[in-house]
């Protein structure tokens, strides 16, 4: 089969990220760039394809197998609408949308043309999450019961300098990384149902909160408590314990997530599982079955390349879809909500 043509509009940090993948695959190649950067016409200009001003320009003239958007939230919509109308599959990075309202629209007119839309929650294609996915779905857990999860980190002081927003609210670690936990969650768990939630900005005393302490419960009935934090000096999170990034620190005896069911539990991402054996042995006076689940780690976003080359022949539906980036989104404003609020925040499906 001949190499997919994708272009990337938006070549930042992570657009540039998507770039490096697409340069070391022999499945697709790089097509053109849209973005209005001089920093972005150097680079088409290495990487020896056209550069565009605008997505417009680039959709009417070099027509893209697939489009990876890797531009600012706000334009997520209405730069997916332009390619849905192009007629061609696009990858949005998460999130979705800046609002629920936009959201609903991407949701609206995927469904409307059938398009083909992927959002970036890269970790849904770690092997981490899918193996964790495997123990709960196989049933060795027995009946889920309880989450104990964290991102726990400590961002440098400079990165609130370098952009005085972060200080501001909508700049904390609810609306900037939680998204990223949300569809980890919904992956192992199912849909949320109801959040309450309690933040703090007692540590760097900036308007936006540095801490926040979640609670989840979720239609199955499953329970989870999920503790969050920018100013924690903690290696408890994701980044720090996936050994995905290597731009992380990375610490391979911690981890972020406890899942416990009826028979036993998994710790994410050393993937220690204790189980006991028979139902009739489970007692916190009897030792469990230790193990730890085989992984063959690879880059989530090299994974989700191949999947989103997959999605455009039409050999895969997309892993996370429209729907999905919506309801991460609803569950990350409900949290706001909550910790505002004060009150528990209910969630509506559809
Ligand atoms: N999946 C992840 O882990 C991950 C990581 C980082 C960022 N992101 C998401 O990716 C998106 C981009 O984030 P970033 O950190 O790369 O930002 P960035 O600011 O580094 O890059 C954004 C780029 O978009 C360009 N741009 C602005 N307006 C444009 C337009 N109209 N058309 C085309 N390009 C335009 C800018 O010139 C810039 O180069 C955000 O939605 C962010 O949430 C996801």
Redesign the pocket.
């Known amino acids: 089969m001949p190499p997919v043509n994708i272009a990337v509009?938006?070549?930042?940090?992570?657009?540039?990220?998507h770039i490096a993948v697409i340069a070391q695959s022999s499945q697709c190649r790089l097509s053109a760039i849209?973005?209005?950067?001089e920093?972005?016409q150097a680079l088409a200009q290495t990487h020896g394809v056209p550069w565009f001003?605008?997505?417009d320009q680039l959709l009417t003239t070099a027509s893209p197998d697939g489009v990876i958007?890797?531009?600012?939230?706000a334009?997520?919509v209405p730069?997916a609408l332009q390619c849905i109308a192009a007629g061609v599959p696009v990858l949005v990075?998460?999130?979705i949308a800046h609002t629920v309202a936009d959201a609903q629209k991407l949701v609206q007119a995927t469904q409307a043309h059938q398009a083909k839309v992927l959002i970036?929650?890269?970790?849904a294609h770690s092997p981490i999450m899918r193996e964790a996915k495997a123990v709960i779905d196989d049933g060795r857990l027995g009946q889920l019961v309880s989450v104990v999860g964290s991102a726990m980190f400590y961002k440098p002081d400079d990165y609130f300098t370098q952009a005085p927003w972060r200080r501001e609210a909508g700049g904390g670690p609810i609306l900037?990384n939680l998204i990223?936990e949300i569809h980890n969650l919904r992956m192992l768990c199912g849909e949320i149902a109801q959040v309450q939630a309690m933040t703090s900005n007692a540590v760097r005393g900036f308007a936006v909160e540095d801490t926040a302490s979640i609670t989840f419960r979720f239609a199955s009935g499953v329970l989870a408590s999920f503790m969050l934090s920018d100013t924690a000096a903690s290696a408890r999170s994701w980044e720090q314990t996936s050994q995905e990034?290597k731009a992380y620190a990375s610490y391979d005896d911690e981890d972020c997530y406890v899942i416990a069911g009826t028979m036993g539990s998994l710790s994410v991402p050393t993937m220690r599982l204790k189980t006991y054996a028979k139902a009739e042995d489970r007692s916190w006076f009897k030792p469990y079955d230790i193990s730890t689940v085989a992984l063959q780690r690879e880059d989530p976003?090299r994974l989700q390349m191949d999947h989103f080359i997959r999605v455009i022949q039409g050999l895969d539906a997309p892993l996370v879809s429209a729907h999905d980036g919506l309801q991460n989104l609803r569950v990350v404003e409900a949290i706001a909500q909550a910790a505002a609020s004060q009150q528990t925040v209910r969630l509506s499906e559809a």
């Open positions: 509009a938006g070549a930042g940090v992570i657009g540039r990220a849209a973005d209005p950067s920093a972005a001003a605008t997505l958007l890797a531009t600012p939230n334009l997520h730069q990075e998460k999130p970036g929650h890269h970790r900037i990223h990034n976003l």
